[in-house]
């Protein structure tokens, strides 16, 4: 199996899948609430049948997610949410032009729903795509990022999932990938939106950061999003275009 599998806290499981083809990993992250599976974000739709197996890896069949929220509406983070047949999937209304015609009416635009809102702040970041979302989850404290800020194409720090912020903060290294056509027609990118953005979320207390790919990171998560907010683009920014 092509996923690797590490508790971040009690109830919560980051699942990250190595994509060959982008040389990097594509995360996923399964809640285990009292009431229900969650899971955010599920990966290509072409690693669904190994995403199944890595829910099961830790007890949890496809048919037992009852609740799935994407952050954003890209390819590797919503194709295999379409192998969920029980779970209510939400996404940002404004990223709902980026499914395929035929998935659209499996998804709600309504983020405000008391099935959503009971477990997560939500907050509408909009950089990454227009739709693109920010997850504070607060039994775990745990905030959910997507690819507003993200390590895409690292390797994971001692082949650990999870971090100490701090560390990881020295050892970064300028990235800006160039983006692809599709890319360019999908993906907004604002120097001055992302580093507000970053800002306002910094705010938020949370102790682990978990992003759409690579590292998970723990510890002061405030001023590692704080110092990412103060870049320009001639500094240390870890932002990905996918």
Not at 41 to 54: N, R
Not at 134 to 141: C, D, G, V
Not at 159 to 178: F, N, S, T
Request: proline share 3%.
């Amino acid at each position: 199996m092509s996923y690797t599998v590490e508790r971040v806290t009690d109830h919560v499981y980051a699942l990250l899948r190595w994509d060959e083809t982008w040389q990097s990993y594509n995360n996923s992250y399964l809640i285990q609430d009292r009431e229900q599976f969650i899971l955010i974000d599920a990966g290509k739709a072409e690693h669904a049948q190994e995403l199944g197996e890595a829910l099961a890896q830790v007890g949890c069949p496809l048919e037992a997610i009852g609740l799935f929220i994407a952050t954003h509406g890209h390819r590797d983070h919503i194709g295999g949410a379409l192998g969920l047949p029980n779970a209510d999937k939400f996404i940002h209304p404004l990223d709902l032009d980026l499914l395929q015609d035929d998935w659209r009416a499996q998804f709600r635009t309504d983020l405000t729903a008391s099935s959503v809102t009971r477990h997560f702040d939500v907050h509408h970041l909009g950089d990454h795509t227009w739709g693109s979302i920010a997850l504070y989850h607060r039994a775990s404290r745990i905030l959910f990022v997507g690819d507003h800020y993200c390590f895409f194409g690292d390797e994971l720090p001692d082949e650990q999932v999870v971090a100490c912020a701090v560390r990881m903060g020295d050892l970064l290294e300028p990235y800006r990938p160039e983006m692809s056509g599709e890319e360019q027609r999908t993906t907004r990118y604002e120097l001055a939106a992302f580093n507000q953005e970053l800002s306002d979320i910094a705010r938020i207390p949370a102790a682990f950061l978990c992003t759409g790919h690579g590292v998970v990171l723990h510890g002061d998560i405030q001023s590692f999003l704080q110092r990412g907010a103060s870049m320009d683009d001639n500094e240390v920014l870890s932002y990905v275009m996918r």
